[in-house]
C-alpha cells in the first residue's frame, strides 16, 4: 500500500451519502495498518470555516461569492495542513473535495470551465470516491440526525419555495447526476452507499488499501 503514502484520498458526496462516517472509517482502517492521516475538507478550515456557515444561512449570499469562499477556504487547508502531511509521507484524508464543491455548483448553474479554472491551483487526490446514495435514502438520513429536512441547508437556495421534500429531492437528483458525470470525466470510483454500511466501508477499504493501484 506504499503507492498512498504522502497522498491525497478525495471523499466526495453530498450531505447524508455517507461520506463523514466513511472518511472516518477509511482513517481509522489507515491508522490501523500504521499509517499517518490527517483530515481536512470543505469548510473545515480555521480562517473561513464558520463564516461560510454562516454565509450559507444567508439566502441571497451570491452563489459564485460563496464557491469562491469555498476555494479559499480548501486552498488555506491545504497550503498549511496538507502540503506539511504529505511531504511527511502522511495520507492527507479530504472529507468532500473539489468534485463535492463542482457538483455543487453545476447544480447551481455555475460554468464548469469557470470553476475548474478556479480549481486548478488545488492539488489533484491520488484516489477519488464520489459516494452516491438514492435521494429518499439520503433524506431519510438527514431526517434522522436533524428531526427535520432544514430548509436552510445544503440545497436552501433551491428549494425554498414551494413543497421542500420535493423540492429537495429534485436538488439532490440533480447534484448526484453531476457527481456521477464528474467522477466518470475526472476517473473517480463511483460507490454506492445505499447498502449496508459494513458491507459499503470493507468495499472502500479494499479500494484504499491497493484494489485500485493494482487494476
Known amino acids: 500500500m506504499s503507492y498512498l503514502v504522502g497522498k491525497i484520498v478525495a471523499v466526495e458526496g453530498v450531505e447524508g451519502s455517507g461520506r463523514t462516517l466513511h472518511a472516518e472509517?477509511?482513517?481509522?482502517?489507515?491508522?490501523?495498518?500504521?499509517?499517518?492521516?490527517?483530515?481536512?475538507?470543505?469548510?473545515?478550515?480555521?480562517?473561513?470555516?464558520?463564516?461560510?456557515?454562516?454565509?450559507?444561512?444567508?439566502?441571497?449570499?451570491?452563489?459564485?461569492?460563496?464557491?469562491?469562499?469555498?476555494?479559499?477556504?480548501?486552498?488555506?487547508?491545504?497550503?498549511?495542513?496538507?502540503?506539511?502531511?504529505v511531504e511527511s509521507g502522511f495520507v492527507a484524508l479530504a472529507d468532500g473535495y473539489v468534485l463535492t464543491l463542482m457538483a455543487w455548483g453545476l447544480t447551481r448553474g455555475l460554468e464548469r470551465n469557470w470553476m475548474e479554472g478556479v480549481l486548478r491551483a488545488l492539488p489533484r487526490p491520488e484516489l477519488t470516491l464520489a459516494l452516491i446514495a438514492p435521494p429518499e435514502e439520503i433524506m431519510k438520513r438527514i431526517i434522522r440526525k436533524k428531526g427535520v429536512l432544514d430548509p436552510l441547508s445544503s440545497g436552501v437556495d433551491l428549494c425554498v419555495n414551494g413543497d421542500l421534500y420535493q423540492g429537495f429531492r429534485q436538488y439532490l437528483e440533480r447534484y448526484l447526476n453531476n457527481m456521477r458525470s464528474l467522477a466518470s470525466d475526472k476517473g473517480g470510483v463511483t460507490v454506492d452507499t445505499g447498502r449496508d454500511f459494513k458491507v459499503v466501508q470493507e468495499e472502500i477499504n479494499s479500494l484504499v488499501g491497493g484494489d485500485l493501484g493494482e487494476a
Request: proline share 2%; aromatic share 10%.
Open 25 to 85: 472509517g477509511i482513517r481509522t482502517y489507515l491508522e490501523e495498518q500504521g499509517y499517518g492521516v490527517i483530515t481536512f475538507g470543505l469548510g473545515m478550515s480555521k480562517l473561513l470555516g464558520e463564516a461560510i456557515a454562516r454565509k450559507k444561512r444567508d439566502v441571497v449570499f451570491q452563489r459564485r461569492t460563496l464557491f469562491l469562499a469555498y476555494v479559499t477556504d480548501l486552498a488555506d487547508q491545504v497550503e498549511n495542513l496538507v502540503k506539511p502531511a
